[in-house]
């Protein structure tokens, strides 16, 4: 199979480890002069036709593995592969999805569906350079264009993965959430098989109901047949510390009450509103839930970062609440609000900004 490529402005390697809560950072590899990536998605495609033995094989949705490369030097294009699973269910796929196999419809069905993924994970119908022309007109913003080029949102390919990952962000560092979802995903995730590696989904709410909160839970169901230290099946042994209840409720309430799809039909306040009401979701969190998860650009997450940062550049260093940053961010920044917060934060973090306004 040839390289499939992207004519886009992104530094891949710059948006997955900007901290961004929809998911964590892809497999990375870095490999002479190129930097690459790869990682499971979920493609919507709901049957595929193998011609060979005349047959359609029935699917929910089906797993692809992503191979992303970009040269480290040029921002302005990345290159794509992928890869069908050796085995799911009772099907040696292996065997049966090749390109000799599958129709010319088939394949560009699956490639079209490819397409569309990576353009909403990376947010490539966005303009760039229309945004920095936005920068360079704030004297205050416009140096994050350096330290930021080619920076895009990276969104959720799993709207419900990013709520959990954003509940899981609160008051931690990036390194300790992004390690947390990797452990939920090793050992609860489906696990399919690649050519490439063995890679994982990531839960359902229905799962997340019947996981052990804590190693002590999990021992108790087990009649303790071993140290305590062995019982690492649990939500806290993941990392994820007092967040735990708040996510089996999220889930509950997701479950019960709300249909993550309708979501992303609603305005932006009905929607902040709503994910507002979630066990453990504050301001903040319900933001990033609704910038990464949903790709709601208007939102303006508010931390105590952003909001030092904010307070720096605008207010002359005037002490403000979360909540005035929130607003300052949103009627300022209007459409861009999203985009200027994730500038803002990582242009502090990269220029030494940060330590300077450290209290």
């Known amino acids: 199979m040839t390289n499939l490529k992207f004519n886009s402005l992104i530094n891949l390697k710059l948006t997955q480890e900007s901290g961004q809560t929809s998911q964590a950072p892809w497999k990375y590899d870095s490999v002479g002069n190129t930097d690459e990536f790869n990682e499971l998605i979920y493609l919507k495609v709901p049957s595929i036709i193998n011609e060979l033995h005349d ?17 480290k030097s040029n921002f302005n294009e990345f290159s794509y592969l992928y890869e069908f699973p050796k085995k799911l269910g009772n099907h040696q796929f292996s065997q049966i999805l090749d390109e000799k196999n599958l129709s010319s419809n088939e394949i560009k069905t699956i490639e079209n569906e490819i397409r569309k993924e990576l353009s909403k994970i990376y947010d490539l119908d966005f303009d760039l350079e229309k945004f920095y022309d936005f920068l360079l007109d704030d004297k205050k913003l416009a140096p994050s264009v350096d330290f930021c080029n080619g920076l895009r949102l990276f969104i959720a390919k799993n709207p419900f ?38 890679f994982y989904g990531f839960p359902s709410p229905n799962q997340f109901l019947d996981f052990y909160e804590t190693p002590i839970e999990e021992a108790d169901a087990d009649g303790h047949r071993y140290e305590i230290d062995c019982y690492t099946h649990n939500l806290k042994s993941c990392g994820v510390g007092y967040r735990t209840p708040y996510m089996k409720k999220a889930s509950q309430m997701i479950l019960d009450e709300m249909d993550l799809n309708d979501i992303f039909n609603m305005d932006y306040e009905e929607a902040f509103d709503l994910i507002l009401k979630m066990p453990g979701v504050g301001p903040k969190v319900a933001d990033c839930i609704l910038l990464y998860g949903f790709g709601f650009e208007e939102a303006f997450p508010s931390d105590v970062w952003i909001k030092r940062i904010v307070s720096h550049l605008y207010f002359d260093g005037e002490e403000i609440s979360a909540d005035k940053t929130r607003e300052f961010g949103i009627e300022h920044f209007g459409d861009y609000a999203g985009y200027a917060q994730l500038y803002l934060f990582h242009y502090a973090r990269k220029s030494g900004l940060m330590e300077k306004i450290k209290k």
């Open 55 to 71: 047959e359609t094989i029935n699917l929910n949705e089906l797993p692809i593995l992503l191979k992303l490369s970009q040269h």
């Open 161 to 198: 993965e990013c709520i959990i990952s954003s509940i899981c962000s609160a008051n931690n560092s990036i390194a300790r959430w992004t390690k947390s979802i990797d452990k939920i995903k090793h050992n609860w995730g489906e696990k399919v098989e690649f050519d490439s590696g063995i």
